[in-house]
């Protein structure tokens, strides 16, 4: 399934995608490895262990991203010109190698651009969610979005897209 454009998005459209992720160990060492982030509590089981999680907990980079990349190829696949912000980025539940998240989106905002006439902005509110029906993750991407093309006839009757 692709994105949709601008056009066919109303603020209230939900959509709970398909795809579950159960999340591993190499995913979380890949990730806190490759930001050169040297937490201890992503890395060390021994010095998780002492924490109050008892355990080592996923970067929290990775769950973001995550929760962005599910929700990808029924939002913005294909119909995307840039994603302009994230806002109010929270994480109130750990996420531990094992657990398994779907994810959630909701079209809380759209209005036409006021540079662009072949775009607009949709505001999608993202929810990663464990296999105990806690968030773990959530999020407002706003995205600047394609418009479906404008048809012009001319006297000749030639369709000349705009």
Same mark, same amino acid.
């Given at each position: 399934m ?5 056009d066919?998005? !109303?603020?209230?459209?939900? $959509?709970?995608?398909? $795809? ?5 160990? #190499?995913d ?6 490759? !930001? ?5 509590l ?8 002492? #924490? +109050?999680?008892?355990? $080592? ?13 599910i929700?990808v190829?029924?939002?913005?696949l ?5 994603? %302009? /912000? ?11 190698? /094992? ?6 989106? +909701? ?5 036409e ?7 607009? %902005?949709?505001v999608?509110?993202? +929810?990663? $969610?464990?296999?105990?029906? +806690?968030?773990?993750?959530?999020c407002l ?12 006839? #001319? ?5 000349i897209p705009?």
């Open positions: 692709t994105g949709r454009l601008f066919d998005w !109303t603020v209230g459209d939900r $959509i709970d995608h398909p $795809i579950r992720r159960t999340v591993t160990e #190499t979380n060492v890949l990730m806190t490895t490759l !930001t050169h982030n040297p937490q201890p992503h890395l060390d089981a021994e010095y998780a262990a002492a #924490t +109050e999680f008892g355990r $080592i907990v996923v970067n929290g980079t990775f769950t973001f991203a995550l929760m962005v990349g929700s190829g029924e939002t913005t294909g119909t995307l010109v840039a994603n %302009l /912000g994230y806002d109010k980025l929270v994480m109130p539940k750990p996420v531990f190698v /094992g657990d398994t998240l779907r994810v959630a989106s +909701e079209v809380v905002d759209k209005r651009s006021k540079s662009r006439a072949d775009a607009g %902005l949709v999608f509110r993202h +929810e990663a $969610i464990n296999q105990r029906d +806690e968030v773990v993750c959530s991407r706003t995205a600047l979005m394609h418009r479906q093309a404008q048809v012009i006839t #001319t006297p000749n009757s030639i369709v705009a």
